[in-house]
Every structure is written in C-alpha cells, then in structure tokens.
C-alpha cells in the first residue's frame, strides 16, 4: 500500500502546483482545476467529426467518373481530374482521403427528385409523414451530440415541402438553419443559454486558447519539470500551439476557436438585418437566388470553424433544394450542348451523346459518351465540390487537430460524405446501372477523410453495376455504405434493407 500512497501524494502536490499556476495565470478556479487534473491524465485520442454534404441534381457521368490507372484493377490508382470539367478535379490534391464508391442504389419508388426524402435514411417511402432516421442524426446519436443542419436556399421560399426535406430526426424533417449568423453566435457567441454542451477537455482547451503564446510556453515549461510522462495536459499544449501557429480562413484568423467573427457570415448578417417578411416569405433575404452564393460561403466558413473547434461534431450541409432552377451563368464558359442556365431543367436535364464508337458491345466505359454536351452541366456540378473544397477540406488538411496528440490533421480525424438524390441527372435514377450504349450510371457517392483511423481511404469501392433494366440488379443498398460509415465514425447503428457492411472499407 505503501508506494501506491506515495504516488497519490505526489499526484496531489503536482496538481496542486499546476492548479496555483493556472489561476495565477488568469484563468478561473473551476478551468484551474480542471488544467490540475489533466496533468495526472493520460492523453485521450482526438474526437471524430461528420459531416454530410448533398450535391443537387445528379451528375454527368462522364464528368464524374475517376480515370483508372493501369489495368485498371487497382483501386488507389486512379485520377479525379481527367476532363477539363472534371467535376471532382478539385479534390484530386486531397486524393489520399478520398473514396469514390460506384453500384449502390437507393429505394427506387418511382419518383426522381422527390427521393431526397428517403435517400440518406433508406426509408422505402416518398411520403412527408412516415418517421424515419437520416445517416448523420444516427451518427449523432451514437456519439451523445446534437446534429447541426444548415442549409443555403435548402427549400422553396414558400414551403418547406418535399424537395427539401433532406435530414430527418427519427420523428420529422428537420427544417436546415438558413442564418448562419445566427448558428456562429450560438456555437461561438458565448451565449450561455444556446450553446451546445462541451465536455471538460472542450471547455479547457477553449479557455487555454484565451492565454497568450508566452503563458502557453510558461505551462508547458511548469508541466514538464514536474512530470516526465505525457500527459493530456501536454496534449492539449502542444495542439494548442500548433493551432494558434496555423493560418486563417477567409482572411480572418477562423483557425482559432475562440469567439472571433467570420467576414462571410459578418456579411450575410449585415445585408439581412431588418428585413420585414411577407405572408408568403417571397421576400426572405435567404432564400432569394442574388443571396445564394454568400450564404453558401458562409456556411461553408462556418462548417470548417465548427469542425475543427469541434463546436459541431456532427453536420448536414444542403446547398439548393432538388429541382431548384437558379441560374448558373455564374461559373462562365459557354452553354454548350445545355438548353439553358437553370440548374435544374437548363443544365441538368441536358442529356448525353453517344461518341461514334461507342456499340452495343463495346466496354463499358464513360468514354461512349462525348464529352462536350454536358462539359457545362460537369463545370457547374465541379464549382459545388470546388466550394467545399477551396473553404472546408483544404483548412482541415491542413489545420492540426486541436484535440489531438498524435500530429494528426483535422481531417484524418473527419468524414464528409458527398451524395445526391439520383444518378445521371438525366436518366434520374436511384440506382445503378450501365446505360445504352454501354455506359455505367451510378449514384455519386464519396467521402473524404479518414474518420480517426476509423475509413481505409484513397480508392475507388467498384461494385457490379447491372444492364439497365436487369431484371435482377445487384447494385447494393446505399445503407450498407452507411452501415459502414457509421462503425468509421465509432457507432453502431441499424438501416433499412443492410446486407452488411462494404469490404475494404473499413480499418
């Protein structure tokens, strides 16, 4: 018993020490206890965070589709950026955290667009009013966290209804929070009241990010003559200061997680400040095509700052509702083989061309499809991921976790999910199947990171993708993909319709 009491006492007298240090530093006597008791911890590996974005409209296959590097065979060989409106270009610097999985399907109930209401939970239903449980609220579920929704222009302005009812809590839709001034000033505002709860480790590191980088040495100095063991102390520490050496977003220190302000979301707040709704909310700053764009931005600004303060562990991000028709002239070029602007009927209802050699019997190839017919609908969809990319993966690739001790990027620790509510958008399944002539549909589904070391990531997950109109497909349910990215994420969970979960996905 003896060397056991020994050690207690000197637990106590180390923490002791820390504890006068820290109040001598400013900080309060709850966080000063808390800093004492984390000295005597061992260091806890970094939270995982999810994030799931949805993509419009389908895609155009031949825009989509990765190139395949040698035979073909192997499934980290492969290119994203293999047309000039490669519409996963933008990821290809990121393509190490990147999957791309081909042959799912979601319930095909015989509506097109209106799938967004079952697609992310597998419900085998259209309708508005049956309960069901979307992908990230399982995740959050299974973590103990509240789901932040956010959306730009997530719905009509008039109603809430079928084309935007994309995240579910179990019970109902959940209607996306389209004010990203107001999600900042409840995560970052420091209003007591609307602030999601933080664990201890959450609250200590927000008041060590208050102390200066000298305060921060002066600990990390009193920490390691007192003990040689790595502690979470040290953990917290050393994050704290790789973060505060990092870059910023937007022209803003955002990196840091104390409540700073974001010029995108400061933006929205100042043009929508005042506004007077009518009955029919055809005024709504928010929901009005010419504010599109800035809304998106923000909330992308807001997305990247509340995952790597893990202000938000779980997120839904849903830019436009299906079959909205905002024009799109803005990412420029030419119209090309499109009808017109508008994302949905003008762009993506446009359909492929077959390219001369392509037969009945030809491989089974995106290159049976030109090219050029669909380059705008391929540069519009590319401008989506370029969004995201350019203002959320980039920073958390190469911002170091706060929370972790490992030398780990926030996003090693991250997954974002990437889907539609159909395949081609001009054949407007919810399967996967291989067109005429020999040209292979599927879902667009990718995730990106590496979920704590939860997600084997770098390849292309190729299922068989059965002739159109097969009278047996065997494309696999999209809830065994879930099924999958859940356990990644830590949880386990239960979907509609599983078979299991996909091999060579998880670590």
Known sequence: ?????????????????LFLKAVGLGLAAPVAFKLAKSATAAPTGAPKRFLVMYLPHGVAMEHWNPAMGGDGTDPTN?????????SLGPLEPYKKWVNVYQGFSYADLGGTHEGIVNILSGANTLDTTTPRITLEHVIAKGLGVQPLI?????????????HGMLFWDGSAAVEPQKDPSAVFDKLFGGQTTSTPTQSADDQLRSAMLDLTTAELNDLKTSVASLTNEQTKLQSHLDAIAALKAGGSMSGANTASCTAQTLPSVEAVRKASAGQVLNSSHSNDYFYQEENFRAIFQAQLDLVAKALICNAAQVIGLMPMYATCEFDFSFIGGSLGGCSGWGHHGGLSHTSYQQSPSAMYNSPITVDNALEAPRATFGRAQRWFIDQLTTSVISLLATTPDPAASDGSMVLDNTIIYLTSEIADSQDHTRISE????????????VSVGGGGGGLVSGQVITLPIPKQGASSPVDRPATDLYLTLA???GVTATFPGTTGTVTGVLA
């Open 1 to 17: 018993m003896r060397p056991h009491l020994r050690l207690e006492r000197a637990k106590s007298i180390l923490e002791r020490r």
């Open 78 to 86: 492969f290119a994203l950026d293999m047309t000039g409106e490669s």
């Open 150 to 162: 956010v959306g730009a222009c997530a719905h009509q302005v008039y109603e809430f209804d079928l």
């Open 434 to 445: 291989v067109l005429s002539p020999q040209l292979p549909s599927y879902l667009p589904m």
């Open 487 to 489: 356990k990644a994420m």
